[in-house]
């Protein structure tokens, strides 16, 4: 994951990025208790996102609690943990190991290499637990990865395939919210592609990796413009959804938190610093 999908913390009120960061560090004790501690470095504002929205809309019973980190060692952290963060930091394991695999392949980073193999036993038994959600995402990366090196130069076609994949990890449970989910982790996912695109451009360029916006008639406006529209329908979908619970803090992600990235694109771009 990218992490691109975060709040726009300006606009929180204290309350409610407290809330936030028990929701990130919950996700971060998951993530240590159940895949090993060095699995917390993958932890993603992506993913944090996921398991607020399905917390929402699916109310499991949160279990609220007082405790040290090593980033914190002198104070307690409130964290929250519920039955959803299992399933969150299993999937967000999954999504890292290849992503590590991925950086290696491609790009030939140790690191990647590193990470990959300390994953590895991990990925295998998460991947036995989920084997429908894990082979649908192989397959998916393998397409992405085929498009890639086929230097696909439509943004349509080559956003698609991670779409469809968060799109799969968005559809929690087979229920009548699943098509919502599902579409709405769609648009995220083509979302998330497009904008790691934009901001990689000019890197890309230099060191000759991939990137769909090399091949295009490159129009800035154009690309924000399909930013706002793909954003826009991600949106659509979540507003079908009955949510009560954290709803102001999902809605400052959505409409707003996505958006810092960008914000701070711009900035660079322009030679200013971007000040949240």
């Not at 190991?97 to 690191?111: I, N, P, S, T």
């Not at 060191?207 to 916006?213: E, F, K, Q, R």
Request: with cysteine; glycine share 6%; proline share 2%.
């Amino acid at each position: 994951m990218f992490g691109y999908v975060t709040v726009n913390k300006p606009e929180l009120k204290i309350k409610e990025f407290g809330k936030y960061r028990s929701y990130y560090c919950g996700l971060c004790k998951t993530l240590g208790k159940n895949n090993g501690i060095l699995s917390r470095a993958t932890l993603s504002y992506d993913m944090t996102f996921l398991v607020i929205l399905l917390t929402s809309l699916y109310e499991p019973r949160n279990e609220i609690k007082h405790e040290y980190c090593g980033l914190h060692p002198t104070k307690k952290q409130v964290i929250i943990q519920n039955s959803i963060m299992e399933y969150a930091a299993d999937i967000n394991v999954i999504l890292s190991y290849y992503h590590l695999l991925d950086d290696f392949h491609d790009e030939k980073k140790v690191r990647g290499l590193i990470g990959a193999s300390v994953l590895r036993n991990r990925v295998r038994r998460i991947e036995d637990k989920y084997s429908e959600k894990a082979k649908f995402i192989r397959r998916k990366l393998k397409e992405l990865s085929v498009l890639e090196k086929d230097n696909c130069q439509d943004i349509d076609r080559i956003s698609r395939p991670f779409g469809e994949i968060l799109g799969c990890i968005f559809s929690y449970r087979d229920d009548a919210f699943k098509e919502i989910l599902e579409k709405m982790g769609f648009y995220l996912g083509k979302y998330i592609y497009l904008l790691d695109a934009l901001i990689d451009l000019k890197k890309d360029q230099k060191t000759g990796a991939y990137n769909v916006l090399k091949y295009k008639d490159f129009d800035e406006k154009l690309i924000k413009n399909d930013l706002e529209y793909t954003a826009r329908l991600a949106i659509i979908e979540f507003e079908k959804l009955p949510l009560e619970r954290d709803l102001n803090l999902l809605r400052n992600i959505l409409y707003e938190g996505m958006k810092v990235q960008l914000w701070k694109y711009d900035s660079k771009e322009k030679g200013r610093k971007h000040v949240l």
